[in-house]
């Protein structure tokens, strides 16, 4: 059985943080309602202004996208994790005792047939979710799964209504915490992972009632999700993939008797989940030289050697459906992953060794709209580079060792 509740709550500093302005349009006139600001105005802007979050030991850094200005400088106590909430505008910052919303300033309001851009001040709101130890954050189908390791809850929020600074969501619990993941599907389906504080054994599907439509526990160590192109979500194994499409899981199992993919990314765009590949089961921290790609039609799962080692922060997805590497060289490795051929090395950074301990600064990429941004902590440094031309298109300097990167749209 799974313990279910709905809330609604509203956030006064949210509310006071953002200001949406009204602009008439010609001769039309809006009758939108929009939260007013008693702290920093909004400005319009010629075009979507895109930002980047990167945390550090002591708060959060809010950059520029396109210049790597840094507009804000948010003091936060703790260690934290960063996720974008995939509305263009807030990221989930992941704190002891919870999910918060940090609002990046930035955003986009539709008007009719066009848009207006505005920008305000960074603020970090007061609008949070679930309790303590925060785990992963998954967008998917127009919601977002948030999941508590602490105590097994589910927080489904609506992206569109984090805009208006009235969070609706819905959560429900289950039988025992774990360090687990959900992914929620439009049919209102819920996919979630099977455990509890010592082990984790496989997924179950969870229908509109969170009452269990079918389970799998076939993966053992079962650990991260991606989704690919119509909606196929994989879920990571010690020994493989489970592959779920509908109702359906499939399992594909790994060549070697360990072979850990615990980290994937996915594409809309396309069929192959890329996902890191470890296969030393007594290593105290396997630095890989090969990763995964799985096809998620025919279950095939090839391994690839990268030539050089990479960390769980290395993985990403480029334009097309590429799959985006980088490396401990300091190189971006692009490959198309269809046929596993690379296609480009582009020099990004310098060299590096992935620390012993995950929460330590180490480099992060995140790709968006075919620009990968690059953190690089030992030299405090951002760097932009174009997947498009494959060349570096700009470069930052920064106050702190960074420690995670996200970005959102604007």
């Keep these: 059985m799974f313990a279910q509740r709905t ?5 006064l500093a949210f509310l006071t943080a953002a200001s949406f302005a009204l602009v008439a349009c010609g001769s039309e006139d809006s009758s939108e309602s929009a939260p007013a ?11 979507a202004t895109p930002r980047l979050a ?21 003091p936060i106590d703790g260690f934290i994790r960063l996720n974008s909430a995939d509305n263009g505008r807030n990221v989930f910052v992941s704190e002891s005792d919870g999910f918060r919303v940090l609002d990046m300033g930035t955003w986009t309001r539709q008007h009719g047939d066009h848009g207006h851009y505005y920008t305000t001040t960074p603020a970090l709101t007061d609008m949070t979710f679930g309790g303590e130890e925060p785990g ?17 809850q589910v927080d489904i929020v609506e992206p569109a209504e984090l805009l208006r600074g009235n969070p609706a969501s819905t959560s429900f619990t289950l039988p025992e915490p774990h360090h687990g993941v959900a992914v929620f599907r439009e049919d209102g389906t ?62 594909v199992e790994s060549p070697d008797e360990y072979g850990r993919i615990g980290n994937q990314a996915g594409s809309e765009e396309s069929p192959i989940i890329l996902g890191d590949y470890k296969s030393d089961p007594d290593a105290e921290l396997e630095r890989p030289t090969r990763f995964s790609l799985t096809d998620t039609r025919t279950g095939q799962l090839r391994l690839v050697d990268l030539g050089t080692s990479y960390s769980f922060r290395s993985i990403e997805r ?36 992935e620390p012993d301990e995950w929460q330590s600064p180490m480099p992060n990429v995140v790709v968006q709209e075919g620009i990968a941004y690059v953190s690089d902590p030992a030299a405090k440094k ?5 997947l498009n031309k494959n060349e570096k298109v700009g470069e930052a300097d920064l106050p702190h060792e960074t420690i995670e990167l996200a970005a959102v749209t604007g």
């Design 7 to 11: 809330k609604l709550t509203r956030s």
């Design 37 to 47: 600001s008693s702290s920093a105005a909004a400005v319009e802007q010629q075009s």
């Design 54 to 74: 990167l945390s550090y030991d002591g708060g959060i850094l809010v950059l520029d996208a396109e210049s790597l200005e840094q507009v804000a400088d948010l």
């Design 136 to 152: 992963h954050v998954v967008p998917h189908d127009s919601r977002i799964a948030l999941f508590t390791d602490g105590t097994g």
């Design 190 to 251: 819920v996919v979630v992972t099977v455990g509890n504080e010592e082990s984790r054994s496989g997924i179950a599907i969870l229908d509109p009632e969170r009452k269990e439509i079918v389970r799998n526990d076939q993966c053992p160590g079962v650990h991260g999700e991606a989704a690919g192109a119509g909606g196929v979500l994989a879920f990571g194994c010690e020994d493989g993939l489970l592959i779920v499409n509908g109702n359906d899981i499939r399992k």
């Design 318 to 353: 480029g334009p097309g459906g590429s799959a985006v590497i980088l490396g401990t060289d300091g190189a971006l490795h692009v490959f198309d992953a269809d046929t596993a051929a690379k296609t480009a090395t582009i020099p990004a950074i310098g060299a590096w060794t």
């Design 382 to 386: 951002i760097v932009a580079v174009d």
